[in-house]
């Protein structure tokens, strides 16, 4: 019976996913925008599964939670914070820096969520991972600290995410 369920939903998270974002995209959450996300959410992780050949698990869901209400909270922050950089601080006295942030994180999945997270706050993008996967470049709007930025992206991501992935 498990066997069963298993090769109809190969990823059952990605299927709640998917469903609830069909429905969230609806202009009008109804039964049959559930009925379609559902049929999405099943059709979808189906053909893709030849893809996926070495799922990420997930280790710790709270953190899962935790990593995305702390991500958000940033983004709210970081939008605030480029705002008043834009609109009140003198060009001259910005100090935009490269900053290279090492990875104590081995996972590919973790390692991109970390990019992704770091490109989606305002003030920050992810530009470059090393070869071997242990150094990831960010550039900063504003890093007067660059250091500071470093250990805050280590402590405030990276050490959830490896809760997380590893």
């Known amino acids: 019976m498990m066997r069963l369920l298993h090769r109809i939903f190969p990823h059952p998270h990605l299927t709640i996913l998917l469903t609830i974002v ?3 995209l609806a202009n009008e959450p109804s039964l049959n925008s559930l009925v379609f996300g559902l049929i999405l959410g ?8 030849p893809y996926w050949p070495d799922r990420p698990k997930l280790r710790n869901w ?3 939670v935790e990593y995305m209400l702390v991500v958000l909270w940033d983004i709210v922050i970081a939008n605030i914070t480029v705002a ?3 609109l009140f601080k003198r060009d001259a006295d910005r100090q935009p820096n490269w900053i290279c942030v090492p990875l104590e994180l081995r996972t590919p999945e973790a390692i991109t969520v970390l990019a992704g997270t770091i490109t989606m706050t305002p003030g920050t993008v992810s530009s470059d991972l090393s070869a071997q996967g242990h150094n990831l470049l960010v550039h900063c709007l504003d890093a007067p600290d660059p ?3 470093r250990d805050q992206i280590k402590q405030r991501y990276e050490r959830r995410l490896k809760e997380i992935f590893e």
Do not use: R, S
Not at 42 to 49: A, K, N, S, Y
């Open 147 to 149: 250091d500071a930025v």
């Open 84 to 86: 008043k950089i834009i």
């Open 42 to 49: 099943i059709i979808i992780p189906f053909v893709t599964q």
């Open 22 to 24: 069909w429905v969230l």
């Open 62 to 64: 709270p953190m899962v």
